[in-house]
């Protein structure tokens, strides 16, 4: 065997594709060892054959192809059906080039051919998927969306309701930011970034969100992100309307400060009665012209009027503004609040406090709350009376740590794990309630509240608050 003939021979059969030479009528001239493998023919049986690997309804569209050929058309490539010795058939990629002369006649065809029908098997599994994919997305009863780069490419019915779009065809395109606050924008790309390279959910984040008519609604998000195709990722959120949790949880913290105000009614009577009843002796004194005792006089009331105001700032609503407010007012205020309940119980406050306290970014009135709840536990754990010690700490100027440590009787193990959960409780006329509020309030301002006791040894409580806006 020449160069030449060693060079054709290892161009046919070293080849991964099957390989077919014909005349310009379709009479197979030679083949390849891979064309014998993948038609079941051997090269004897179908050399002089006329098309034997295409199925008798294509082999005038063949014929046609190759007087297209001959008239100067480019080479083909084309997927095609073709037959097999046993009569089965497979899907695969042809490309048919020109066989020419030294005169430049064509004299025949080389078509190549690559079996694709796994392939085809695979795309047609993957679409079928994408399809129930897409139908279970769909009628999903949670609003779901999918987006890449920014851009929204799918959304559910659920999600259309949700924000009032007719169809999904109406979201289509449109830029995801577009559904938030202005201001939001610079942290949801950061938490894209994030959770690009994480394998599971995320954890549900509240933030308000648009809708069609401009309004704004409290809302949940998770996402993931979806690798179904390598090369085309894509990120899946789920979205959860907050509008009716956040009514409920208001109309529990309303609740939750009437029993408050019900409670310490006995406290502020008794606060009340006492400056009254000096009153009661100085008017006496004032009727003998003695007027040296006014100052001590108006003292009293001015007290009074500092307990009432504080009674009615607990009972009336609040709009739930954050506000830049100063730690230390806030919790010498609610020590104040809370002097006439400690004294019923012989009780003594102690605080302690860093000189640098700084301001923090907050809903005075619900931290207000808070404190108040957890001192007010604090005092009736100790039947007996004794010490609660409040230290406020500022770390790194980062974080506000407020602790709140009680002598009081203390708390199980086994229900210390369970102090947060609706309606637990350790107390005789207990809801269960206040602490959860406290919890949900301090989440709410991206804080942590811990709880650590020990039975006959008193209780802990830490608040930990960010120290930024």
């Known amino acids: 065997m020449n160069l030449k003939e060693y060079l054709i021979d290892s161009f046919m059969n070293l080849t991964s594709d099957g390989i077919v030479i014909v005349d310009i009528n379709g009479t197979v001239l030679e083949v390849n060892k891979k064309f014998e493998e993948l038609h079941g023919w051997t090269r004897d049986e179908v050399i002089g054959q006329v098309l034997p690997m295409t199925p008798d309804d294509f082999k005038e569209d063949a014929l046609q192809l190759y007087k297209s050929l001959i008239n100067g058309e480019q080479i083909k490539d084309f997927e095609a059906i073709k037959l097999r010795k046993d009569g089965t058939t497979f899907i695969a990629n042809v490309s048919v080039s020109p066989l020419k002369d030294t005169d430049g006649n064509v004299v025949g065809f080389v078509g190549l051919e690559r079996d694709i029908s796994e392939k085809k098997r695979v795309e047609e599994e993957l679409f079928e998927s994408e399809k129930q994919y897409r139908r279970l997305l769909k009628l999903n009863p949670e609003p779901i969306v999918l987006h890449k780069d920014g851009l929204v490419l799918f959304v559910n019915d659920a999600c259309c309701n949700l924000f009032g779009e007719a169809s999904s065809d109406e979201f289509i395109g449109n830029s995801i930011y577009d559904y938030f606050c202005p201001k939001d924008k610079e942290v949801i790309i950061e938490r894209i970034e994030q959770i690009m390279q994480m394998d599971n959910y995320s954890d549900f984040v509240e933030r308000k969100m648009r809708k069609k008519d401009g309004t704004f609604f409290d809302a949940e998000i998770s996402s993931i992100y979806v690798h179904k195709n390598i090369g085309n990722p894509v990120m899946q959120s789920v979205i959860r309307d907050l509008t009716e949790r956040k009514k409920s949880e208001e109309a529990i913290i309303r609740s939750e400060k009437l029993s408050l105000i019900g409670q310490l009614a006995a406290g502020i009577a008794h606060d009340i ?102 001192l007010k536990n604090a005092i009736e754990s100790m039947v007996n009376g004794g010490l609660i010690q409040i230290s406020v700490r500022n770390v790194l100027d980062e974080r506000l740590i407020i602790c709140v440590e009680d002598q009081g009787v203390g708390i199980s193990e086994d229900k210390l794990t369970q102090l947060g959960e609706p309606f637990f409780t350790t107390k005789t006329n207990g809801t269960g309630l206040g602490l959860m509020v406290c919890k949900r309030i301090i989440h709410g301002h991206d804080g942590d509240l811990t709880i650590q006791s020990k039975i006959n040894h008193g209780t802990t409580v830490q608040i930990e608050l960010p120290i930024k806006k």
């Open 273 to 374: 009665r006492n400056p009254l009843t000096s009153l009661k002796g100085f008017v006496h004194l004032l009727k003998a012209k003695n007027a040296d005792y006014v100052d001590v006089m108006m003292e009293e009331l001015e007290h009074i009027n500092y307990v009432v105001n504080e009674f009615m700032t607990l009972a009336k609503p609040h709009l739930s503004y954050y506000l830049e407010s100063n730690p230390r007012e806030l919790v010498q205020s609610v020590i104040a609040f809370l002097q006439p309940h400690a004294h019923l119980y012989n009780v003594q406050i102690q605080l302690d406090m860093d000189q640098d306290i700084p301001v923090i970014y907050c809903i005075p009135d619900q931290i207000k709350q808070v404190l108040i709840n957890i």
